[in-house]
C-alpha cells in the first residue's frame, strides 16, 4: 500500500470545497438547507488550507474574506466582521493591495448586515484607495467590481444557528 500526500490530498479538498462555497453564493436565493451546506463547504476549504503551512498568510487571508462573504450571504453579520478582522490582520502581514481591498470588501459586507451604511461606505472607499495600488489590470478590475458589488445594507438572514 503507497503512502497518502496529505498536502496534495489538502490542496484537492481546499480547492473543491472553496469553489463549491461560490456555487452556493452564486444563487439568487438559498434554502436554509444551502445556507448551511454554504457555510460547511466554506470551512472545510479553510480547514484543508490552513492545514498547508507553506501557503502562508495570503491564503488565509483569501479563506478569511471568503467566511466572510458566507456570513455576510448568510445575514450573520457578527460572524462576517470577525472574519473580516480576521482576513485584514492576514493582508495586513502580507501588504498586498489586492488582499487588503478584499478585506475592506469582507468589513463593508458585514458592516452592510450590521445595518451600518456609513461604516459599509467608509470601507468601499478605503478599499478603492487600495485597489488603486494593484498593478495587474485584470485582479484590480476584480476587487473594484466586489467592493462595487457590495449592497447598502442586507439585513439579517434566516434563523440559523450560529457556528
Known amino acids: ?5 496529505l498536502a496534495k490530498t489538502d490542496r484537492d479538498f481546499a480547492s473543491e470545497f472553496f469553489n463549491d462555497t461560490w ?3 452564486a444563487m439568487k436565493d438559498r434554502t436554509k438547507e444551502q445556507i448551511e451546506r454554504m457555510i460547511h463547504c466554506s470551512h472545510a476549504a479553510f480547514y484543508h ?4 503551512p507553506e501557503l502562508g498568510s495570503g491564503v488565509r487571508a483569501k479563506g478569511y474574506w471568503q467566511l466572510s ?3 455576510a450571504a448568510a445575514g ?3 460572524v462576517a466582521r470577525t472574519y473580516a ?3 485584514m490582520d492576514e493582508a495586513l502581514i502580507e501588504g498586498d493591495p489586492a488582499l487588503l481591498t478584499l478585506a475592506c470588501e469582507a468589513l463593508g459586507r458585514a458592516a452592510a448586515v450590521l445595518g451600518d451604511g456609513a461604516e459599509r461606505d467608509r470601507q468601499a472607499a478605503l478599499g478603492l484607495k487600495h485597489s488603486a495600488l494593484i498593478m495587474d489590470p485584470d ?3 476584480f476587487c473594484e467590481d466586489n467592493i462595487a458589488a457590495m449592497p447598502r445594507s442586507m439585513g ?3 434563523n440559523l444557528p450560529v457556528f
Open 85 to 87: 478582522f480576521r482576513c
Open 49 to 52: 488550507l490552513d492545514r498547508i
Open 69 to 71: 462573504r458566507v456570513y
Open 23 to 25: 456555487t452556493f453564493l
Open 139 to 141: 485582479l484590480r478590475a
Open 76 to 78: 450573520q453579520g457578527g
Open 1 to 5: 500500500m503507497g503512502s497518502v500526500d
Open 156 to 158: 439579517p438572514g434566516p
